[in-house]
């Protein structure tokens, strides 16, 4: 088995990478020219680099040379404009399907991350499951749909979907910012969405490796996501009693999330710098619940996330202060 993996300098695709390195996989990453490299120094040195871009067709092609399995992690997860999001994530991911065809007969998979973004928001009482009419409410969630629906009606060869739900763990810049919070005293107290699901990094970075060559995986589609239902309030909790910080509570209404998310997309559009939080997200976070049922790959494969909350927010703190994040 050889795979090549894109994104592999990002947060969940380096992770990936080292899971990879652990199983002794022979590995290629696509890295654009100026990716960072922060995220790689564990691995760089034990695999295959090759230069481009997913938005480069040729430089994909070339890449997918003597490959069996591909890895398609690369995405975008903020924009400064909307056509950004499928600029990646829908032509991205078609011109990674196409290059997977026309790769001759070697490659025998293609694992595609996608999100539970395409599925849309779903209760706890109703957890988000495969089969379920997807019902995006963000232009981030209809772009990866759309990519989505170019792996099913495109890809000539086997493939794979994963749908994680929000993802947390050491390098993550999304959560980062409530741990920012709480070590300058505040507990953010957001009053949506109701219930989450999650998925620790390295779990998640398991059940997509472990999709590589699981005979049940293809053409399947899995949420990804540890059994556990958590608030936004319960998340916080948790992390300020881990950081034994006191903290003044800060209740987040609707009320003041869209002056803050529409100031942030503001300030993006004036240094062209795309932010976490921006107007594009805030159906998202105004969502009723992001609860996913991840019951199908436990069937199918015996996968389930090991991490719980606890052990995942001590692990990732430990991360940021090692790091000095924090
Ligand atoms: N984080 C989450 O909570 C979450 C939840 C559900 C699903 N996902 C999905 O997981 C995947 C990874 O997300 P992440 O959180 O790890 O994001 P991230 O840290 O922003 O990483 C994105 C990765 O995609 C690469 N990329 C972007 N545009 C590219 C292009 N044109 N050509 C080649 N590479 C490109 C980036 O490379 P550069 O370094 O060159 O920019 C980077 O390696 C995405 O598909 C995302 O939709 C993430």
């Given at each position: 088995m050889k795979v090549l993996l894109t994104g592999a300098s990002g947060f969940v695709g380096s992770h990936v990478l080292e899971s990879l390195c652990a199983r002794s996989i022979a590995t290629r990453i696509l890295l654009r020219?100026?990716?960072?490299?922060g995220f790689l120094t564990n691995s760089l040195s034990s695999v295959e680099v090759a230069n481009g871009s997913i938005t480069e067709p040729e430089s994909l092609r070339n890449a997918m040379g003597g490959v069996t399995h591909v890895i398609h992690?690369?995405?975008?997860?903020?924009?400064?404009?909307?056509k950004g999001f499928y600029e990646v994530n829908q032509t991205g991911t078609r011109n990674v399907v196409e290059a997977v065809n026309t790769?001759?007969?070697?490659?025998r998979r293609l694992v595609h991350v996608s999100s539970q973004a395409a599925g849309g928001p779903a209760s706890a009482d109703h957890p988000a499951r495969e089969d379920d009419l997807p019902q995006p409410i963000s232009e981030y969630g209809k772009s990866k749909l759309a990519g989505e629906m170019e792996v099913r009606q495109g890809c000539r060869t086997d493939f794979a979907i994963v749908r994680p739900p929000a993802v947390y763990g050491?390098?993550?810049?999304?959560f980062y910012s409530l741990f920012q919070a709480v070590q300058h005293h505040l507990r953010p107290q957001p009053s949506a969405p109701k219930a989450l699901s999650l998925v620790y990094v390295e779990d998640l970075a398991e059940a997509i490796t472990r999709c590589?060559?699981?005979?049940?995986?293809?053409?399947q589609t899995y949420y990804a996501c540890a059994s556990e239902v958590v608030t936004g309030l319960q998340m916080a909790d948790v992390v300020a009693r881990q950081m034994k910080r006191w903290t003044i509570p800060m209740p987040l209404p609707a009320a003041v999330l869209w002056p803050a998310c529409a100031f942030q997309d503001l300030l993006a559009r004036l240094t062209r710098k795309a932010r976490l939080l921006n107007l594009a997200k805030y159906p998202e976070l105004r969502a009723h619940g992001w609860v996913c049922s991840g019951a199908k790959l436990e069937r199918d494969f015996?996968?389930?996330?090991?991490?719980g909350l606890e052990a995942g927010v001590s692990k990732t703190l430990r991360w940021y202060r090692e790091n000095h994040w924090l």
């Open positions: 020219p100026k990716s960072d490299r992690c690369a995405g975008c997860t903020k924009s400064v404009a909307i790769g001759g007969t070697g490659v050491p390098r993550d810049r999304g590589l060559d699981l005979p049940a995986a293809t053409r015996g996968w389930s996330c090991k991490t």
